[in-house]
Every structure is written in C-alpha cells, then in structure tokens.
C-alpha cells in the first residue's frame, strides 16, 4: 500500500511514518509544511528508504497537493497536519482556523477528486483517515465517565474548536459525497521526538537546566496519557481494518494530574542523573522547581477515553503503561540531546534552509 501522509514530520506523524517503514514493507509519501513543530531529523533512524517520499506542502496549497497526488498515486492518506499547541491558538487562532479548518478543506477537495477518478478496484480500496483529538469534547465535570465515540462535541479552546470543525468536514464529505472516511480521536500523547514546548519534554528539558518547572492553577487538571509508539500502531490498524464511515477513540488508560506527571519526572531523573548539579543546587532535588503559575484561560479540568471500541474491533491495546512509557521517554530525551538542543537553539531550521539553498545552486 502507497500512504500519504500529512504532517509526517511532526510528532505523531514522523511516529507514524516510523512504524510504518520499520514494520511493513508500505510506501510513504510525507506531505509536511516544515513549520516550527516539524522535523525531518525525527526520520533519520528510518531514512534513506526506497519506500519514502518528502514533498514540502502546505495543505492550504490546492495546486501542490493536486500535483503531489497525481505524481505519487497513493491508495491512502493519513491526515495528521495541524496546528496542535493550545496556548499558541489562545494567543493566534488564525493560524489554527488556516492550516486546520481550510488546510483540511483543501486536502478533503483534492483527495475527492482524485478518488473520483482512480480505477474500479483503487477506488474501493481508497479510504481517507482523519486524525483528530479528545479535546473536541470538551472536558469531564468529575471524576467519573469517559469519552465515548458519541460525546458530543464541547471544544473550548480555538484549538479545539478547529479540529472539532474539521472532523465535521470529514464527516460531511462522507454524507454528502460518499467520500470513504474514517475518524480516529485521541488522548493526550507523549514518548520520543517530542517538541520541547509541550508539558513533558518541556519539564523534562527545564530539569535539566535547572530552570522553574511552571505548572498550571494547582495542576489538578487530568489527562489520559498515550505513548506515541501505541498510538502509530492504533492508527495503522484503523486505516488497514477500521470500517469506512467509523470513528474509534484512541486512549492509553493512564489518568494522571498533571502535578502527579511533572512529579514522575522529577523522580525518575532523580534516579538516572543524580549528579546533576542543578537537581543538586535545587537544595531538595528536581521537585524543588516545580512552580505554580496562572491558569490557562478556559483550562479544561478532566480528559479521560473509553478505547473499548477499537479494543473489541480492531483488537488494538496499549502496549506501555504510564510509569514504563514515562521512563522510557525520560532515557530517551538523556540519550537524544542532540535531536533537542537542535530544536531549542533553532539549528534543525537551519540545515533545512541550508539544505533547500544547495539545492537551488
């Protein structure tokens, strides 16, 4: 099978494209904007590879994605580009309602079209895969009941509010025009190769340099923890046997505080860099940083997801719990400084730039 996936060099995307290649003998088309969050460098452990193709694509751009199908002829897509950083939308919704609302508009209207004139067997083998989040539900008022593929939508960050628009239009796409879609929402996801501005990278990478470790209002607020490396798997057994027209929630089964993961990490770096000398002039060890700081506006208090769906379905569990996946990302972030100080000192942009400019030469 020929995938393309969007957003391949983001977070999920660059994991996706990972299992994909390490596990299957599938081709992938990578279709990535290179905005901040992606990286090509979280490719390299896979790459070179007969079996993958780069093409740097804004989804917003109808003529390059036109071109990128045609050239590359791909049986399915994985639409995993977005703009994903809630604190980013509260202060610049406009690059949310662009990349994630129209951008999928955009894909949604050239993926139909070349659908529309694939071959008899192609087209009903063709199924597009939306990739989405559990914050279009909102939140939980307590401490019971979970989302459920029927939730209705709540979102309450433009965040949010843009990906719950565009599960929308997937699914109108499906409704209107027979369009073969499947929908998949998730938990909160973390592991290796993730940007540093997100909660555990940036505290584990803060740590480190003995930096405050600030954690929103009391740090009460609840969310289900996916390993990244589980979630690629969920999504490739959703687009190679989940049904057509289906939604399947994607969770870990790992309700945490936030203060109770910010205080994993603290423990376990603890455990494996006990010489640090910024745990060391911290006085009491890594917790001593932790800082609480002004709640986020609209802070949603309880996320939690009934995966049983594409338990019972598709046969998908998570592999890690919270404490393995935790340490493992926690190791991997010590062995992996290069791929992270690249980031954080903006050089990963840089060989990119450099990269294109030979290119033109």
Known sequence: MKILVTGGAGFIGSAVIRHILKNTKDEVINVDKLTYAGNLNSLTEVLPSEHYAFC?????????LNKAFHEHQPDAVMHLAAESHVDRSI???????QTNIVGTYQLLNVAREYWQQLQPQKKSAFIFHHVSTDEVYGDLDGPEGFFTEDTAYKPSSPYSASKASSDHLVRAWYRTYGFPVVLTNCSNNYGPYHFPEKLIPHMILNALKGKPLPVYGHGTQVRDWLYVEDHARALYKVITEGKVGETYNIGGHNEKQNIEVVQSICTILEELVPENPNA????????NLIEFVKDRPGHDLRYAI???????????RPEESFESGIRKT???????AQWWEAVLDGS??????????????
Not at 56 to 64: K, L, V, Y
Not at 330 to 336: D, E, F, S, T
Request: hydrophobic share 40%; aromatic share 10%; with cysteine.
């Open 348 to 361: 990963y942009q840089l060989e990119r730039l450099g990269a294109e400019a030979r290119e033109k030469q």
């Open 280 to 287: 060391l002039a911290a006085g009491k060890g890594f917790k």
């Open 306 to 316: 009934d995966a049983s769906k594409i338990e019972k379905e598709l046969g998908w």
């Open 91 to 97: 202060d610049g919704p406009g690059e949310f309602i």
């Open 330 to 336: 926690v190791a991997w972030y010590l062995n992996n």
């Open 56 to 64: 740097e694509i804004d989804i917003c751009d109808q003529e390059a």
